[in-house]
């Protein structure tokens, strides 16, 4: 999900079949605006207006919102693809950086992973020249990513280990601390907002039967992840985003009830508005802080 002013306010969102949609600022409008042939999930403007879509199944990728033409920026790194291209924050200079959520198991085994605890994660970086690298690796389910003010500061959402893991540029690859830790639900989305805060979406609470699947024997887990739908444990409906600071404060924390929207994994601020996407809800949301 992303919003841009060029587009008259406009919001961009994926869903499941693979195409981009723009929602006019009023949601009067509904476009589409390109098919990726993949599951796109997080979407970001670059500087010459294109989008730049991670999709779980293709990869990175830059799509013209004008024409619908779709690049693929990068499908793979050291020779091995990219399984679950989630997430990316764009620096000023033009590097991306974005996360890969496991090398195990691809997006629709999603729950495997989380309950398996693989730790294959990565946060990733493409430079302006097109060199794609591992900056960090053995992350909890590497999900959402923004650069704080400055561009000094990565950060990627640990929806597994519910921290949001701080990588400070000048470090260099490998190193790594937690700007937050011990989250109270799962995140997942991440993104800045025009007010400078980190949001993050907080999915789904601590439920202590999927905390107790964690320590199951694999066995265990794996039986528990081909549960029909209706036995799996979900999230309550509604909505709960939180805004951080720089430092890891918690600034804002809202929840909002709602008996028709729910499984909240994507967020945008904008001028006040929080845009809301869904991992299972065929509509997007806003709300007024």
């Known amino acids: 999900m992303a919003t841009h002013g060029r587009d008259e306010g406009a919001v961009f969102t994926g869903t499941e079949d693979g195409t981009i949609w723009r929602v006019s600022h009023d949601a009067r409008r509904i476009d589409r605006v390109a098919h990726t042939g993949g599951r796109p999930l997080g979407i970001e403007h670059d500087a010459d207006g294109r989008l730049v879509v991670c999709d779980a199944e293709r990869g990175l990728l830059a799509v013209d919102p004008g024409s619908g033409r779709v690049e693929v920026l990068a499908d793979q790194v050291g020779g091995r693809p990219l399984l679950v291209c989630n997430n990316a924050a764009i620096a000023e200079d033009g590097t991306i950086w974005f996360s890969d959520s496991s090398t195990v198991f691809p997006l629709e085994r999603w729950r495997d992973d989380l309950l398996q605890r693989t730790r294959t994660g990565r946060l990733l970086r493409r430079t302006p020249d097109g060199v794609v690298e591992v900056v960090v690796d053995g992350l909890d389910f590497a999900n959402g990513v923004a650069l704080l003010p400055g561009d000094r500061v990565v950060v990627v959402a640990e929806s597994a280990g519910r921290t949001l893991v701080r990588h400070r540029v000048a470090d260099g690859p490998g190193v790594s601390d937690h700007l937050v830790a011990d989250l109270p639900a799962h995140p997942d989305n991440i993104a800045r907002g025009s007010d400078g805060l980190l949001w993050v979406t907080m999915t789904s609470r601590v439920d202590q039967r999927v905390q107790g699947l964690m320590r199951a024997p694999r066995t265990v887990q794996?039986?528990?992840?081909?549960?029909?739908?209706?036995?799996?444990?979900?999230?309550?409906?509604?909505?709960?985003?939180?805004?951080?600071?720089?430092?890891?404060?918690?600034?804002h924390d809202v929840v909002a009830p709602s008996d028709s929207f729910g499984m909240v994994t994507g967020v945008r601020e904008h001028d006040g508005r929080l845009w809301l996407g869904s991992l299972h809800d065929r509509a997007i949301a806003w709300l007024d802080r």
């Not at 794996?222 to 404060?249: F, S, W």
């Open 222 to 251: 794996r039986l528990a992840t081909r549960l029909p739908e209706r036995l799996q444990p979900l999230p309550p409906p509604g909505a709960h985003v939180r805004a951080y600071d720089d430092t890891g404060r918690v600034v």
